[in-house]
């Protein structure tokens, strides 16, 4: 069942965080849909312009609309996550999406705000949520690729009148974490008393955390065994730091990295294990049981779980 994503955040703020999935094709959407399934735990579906572009968006949609369908217990809203404005106004006019991200941090203040409040005032006369975001993330994710000196976190005195001019419904913070497997290697964590000083500029308003993947030691150094070359220096959220961010206003968490993980951990032992096969059917099966298990763990982790 589709619900709007402000519904989701109301009951949401300062009590639990919302898992958001970034699926790419059926296997994905099957995991995830059949892990919140098994915790009652309600679901943000996410997809990217990458994902919109691998498979073809009314692709990714029949897909979404297939899932309400076989999985009629669970509770999501469907998400475009990190669009310019052409992919917000083509989301917009799908009719598929309940929420969309426009993302213009990489502009001035001034011209992140002209761009928002276009997109804010288009989506929501259909509807449609608008999440924005201020200050920049670094790291590697899709097409996202920002060199970690350019990052910058994101100002408490600034996000107060971002919302206030653009009348956003959710704000993407940069408080420390990064796109991709490398999200702390300067070791500094969450910048916590950032976040404690917006959620005083903005009290009650969801806050959204992106690149909030935990990236676990146990599937890097396994992927590496199965012939993988990731820096075993990886290193994702904490889950104390992103429990304690949940209380500081955070509803909306990301997840894309660790549901990559566990793909390339599959595959590559699949492959190694049992060079002779070829069936894609056989890495496919454990992957959605994984996933299914990863999901329903995370939710549980959040504290989502039978609150759908």
């Known amino acids: 069942m589709r619900v709007p994503i402000q519904t989701q955040y109301l009951q949401a703020y300062g009590r639990y965080g919302i898992g958001a999935f970034n699926v790419f094709n059926a296997e994905q959407v099957h995991g995830v849909f059949r892990g919140a399934s098994k915790v009652s735990a309600p679901v943000i579906i996410q997809l990217t312009p990458v994902a919109r572009d691998y498979l073809h968006p009314e692709m990714l949609e029949g897909i979404l609309a297939a899932a309400e369908k076989i999985y009629p217990n669970v509770t999501f809203t469907v998400h475009l996550?990190?669009?310019?404005?052409?992919?917000?106004?083509?989301?917009?006019?799908?009719?598929?999406?309940?929420?969309?991200?426009?993302?213009?941090?990489?502009?001035?203040?001034?011209?992140?705000?002209?761009?928002?409040?276009?997109?804010?005032?288009?989506?929501?006369?259909?509807?449609?949520?608008?999440?924005?975001?201020?200050?920049?993330?670094?790291?590697?994710?899709?097409?996202?690729?920002?060199?970690?000196?350019?990052?910058?976190?994101?100002?408490?005195?600034?996000?107060?009148?971002?919302?206030?001019?653009?009348?956003?419904?959710?704000?993407?913070?940069?408080?420390?974490?990064?796109?991709?497997a490398y999200k702390f290697s300067g070791g500094e964590g969450l910048q916590l008393n950032i976040l404690k000083e917006i959620q005083q500029k903005l009290p009650k308003f969801p806050l959204v955390l992106h690149g909030a993947s935990a990236v676990p030691l146990e599937e890097v150094q396994r992927i590496n065994m199965a012939g993988g070359k990731i820096n075993e220096g990886a290193k994702g959220a904490d889950d104390f730091e992103l429990l304690e961010a949940i209380g500081y206003g955070v509803c909306k968490v990301n997840i894309a990295t660790d549901m990559r993980l566990i793909w390339t951990r599959i595959h590559r032992e699949f492959f190694r294990n049992t060079p002779e096969?070829?069936?894609?059917?056989?890495?496919?099966?454990?992957?959605?049981?994984?996933?299914?298990?990863?999901?329903?763990?995370?939710?549980?982790?959040?504290?989502?779980?039978?609150?759908?």
């Open 81 to 180: 996550d990190h669009g310019n404005y052409k992919h917000c106004i083509d989301a917009i006019e799908s009719g598929c999406y309940n929420s969309i991200m426009i993302d213009a941090s990489h502009e001035t203040f001034e011209e992140n705000i002209r761009i928002t409040s276009e997109i804010v005032q288009r989506a929501h006369s259909r509807g449609i949520a608008v999440e924005a975001e201020l200050g920049v993330l670094s790291g590697v994710e899709d097409d996202i690729s920002i060199d970690e000196k350019h990052a910058l976190y994101t100002d408490p005195g600034q996000a107060q009148e971002f919302v206030c001019r653009t009348g956003c419904d959710s704000l993407a913070v940069a408080v420390g974490t990064s796109h991709g």
């Open 277 to 308: 096969l070829f069936d894609m059917v056989i890495p496919g099966r454990v992957y959605m049981n994984a996933l299914e298990s990863f999901v329903a763990q995370k939710c549980t982790f959040l504290k989502s779980n039978n609150r759908s």
